[in-house]
C-alpha cells in the first residue's frame, strides 16, 4: 500500500478530496457525507464517556484534534472538572468528534480503532503534541508512530484509515453536532445547554450549579 492514504471522500462536492501525506493539509471544513443527513439525537458511534451515567450532569464536548483552545481544556480544565465533579459522581462527561481539519479527521478514525480503554490517553496525547502533527504537510508518519505507541501495527493503521464506513460514522457525529448548533470547537453543552463564554473551571461549576442544588 502507497505511503499516501487516500481517504474516502463524503461530499457532494467531487472535488473535495480529504488525502493524508499531501503538500498541504487544507485545514478547511469538512463537508458531512449524505449518510449522516438523517442523523437523529444519538451519534453515530457509540459515545466515549468519563464518570458515572446516572450522574445529574451531562457535560458533552464537541472538539477537534487540531483545536488548541481544546487541548488548553484537556491540559487545564478537564483534570480538575474530573476531580471535581466526574469522579465524585456529580457529573458525566462525552467527548464528541468535530474535525476541522484532513489530520483531525485522521486521528478521530484512528482514536476510534483503539481499544476503548485507549481513547481518550491516546486523544490526550495527540492534544500534547499537536505542533507535531496537526498542521504538517506530512500528518501521517507522526500519527502511524502515535498509533503505534497506542497498540496499532502498521497493517492496523493501514486498514484503520480505510476503513470506509468508520469514516462516515466519525463524520455523522459531526454532523449530528452541527444540527445541535456546533459552529466551532471547543464547544459544550450541559445537560442539553450550550455553555456559553470561556470554558473555565468556573463556568462549568455555575453552569451546573442548578443541578447540583438537590445533591
Not at 439525537?41 to 464536548?61: H, N, R, S
Amino acid at each position: 500500500m502507497s505511503s499516501k492514504l487516500k481517504l474516502a471522500v463524503f461530499a457532494p462536492l467531487a472535488a473535495l478530496a480529504l488525502v493524508l501525506g499531501l503538500s498541504s493539509l487544507t485545514g478547511g471544513r469538512l463537508v458531512s457525507p449524505a449518510a449522516a443527513q438523517d442523523a437523529a439525537a444519538q451519534p453515530a458511534l457509540p459515545d466515549m464517556a468519563l464518570g458515572k451515567a446516572d450522574a445529574p450532569v451531562t457535560i458533552i464536548e464537541y472538539s477537534s484534534l487540531s483545536c488548541p483552545h481544546c487541548a488548553t481544556f484537556h491540559k487545564d480544565v478537564l483534570p480538575e472538572l474530573k476531580k471535581q465533579f466526574i469522579d465524585t459522581g456529580k457529573a458525566r462527561y462525552i467527548q464528541r468528534e468535530f474535525p476541522l481539519n484532513d489530520a483531525a479527521f485522521a486521528g478521530s478514525v484512528l482514536a476510534r480503532c483503539l481499544d476503548t480503554s485507549r481513547y481518550f490517553a491516546f486523544n490526550d496525547l495527540l492534544f500534547r503534541k499537536m505542533d507535531d502533527w496537526a498542521f504538517k504537510q506530512d500528518a501521517l508518519t507522526p500519527l502511524k508512530l502515535y498509533a503505534k505507541q497506542a497498540g496499532l501495527n502498521d497493517a492496523e493503521f493501514n486498514k484503520c484509515l480505510s476503513n470506509e464506513d468508520l469514516q462516515k460514522k466519525v463524520l455523522a457525529v459531526r454532523e449530528l453536532g452541527e444540527k445541535q448548533g456546533v459552529r466551532g470547537t471547543p464547544t459544550f453543552f450541559i445537560n442539553g445547554k450550550k455553555l456559553d463564554g470561556a470554558a473555565t473551571i468556573e463556568a462549568f461549576a455555575e453552569a451546573m450549579k442548578p443541578y447540583l442544588s438537590t445533591q
